[in-house]
């Protein structure tokens, strides 16, 4: 999934914070997705994320995320492009529910 999960952009906007922070965040996103994945009945990606979870909260992972501090301004782009992959990311599960255009 990594890249396209939105990951290194997360990573970049919690530079600034601390890794309790850190941590607590990607808890809780992988909290969500462990939830969708129940809810859809998506048991492979269940699967998926109940494998690289270990990987999350290791030390080794945590010392691999740390990244340099951002600018103002590269904090306001990546917020930008975060929102815009949250928002693809929306889209998509919503027409995934939804079904197909023009089904009643």
Known sequence: MLPLDGGHIAQSLLSRQSAAVTTGFN?????AGLSLAIISGAYDLL??????APFIFSKSAQA?????????PQLAILS?????TFAFYAAVI????SGPPGAA
């Open 27 to 31: 808890g809780l996103t992988l909290c």
């Open 47 to 52: 699967l998926i994320l109940l494998l690289i």
């Open 64 to 72: 691999h995320m740390k990244l340099p501090p951002l600018t103002p």
């Open 80 to 84: 930008i492009a975060y929102a815009a």
């Open 94 to 97: 919503w027409s995934f529910f």
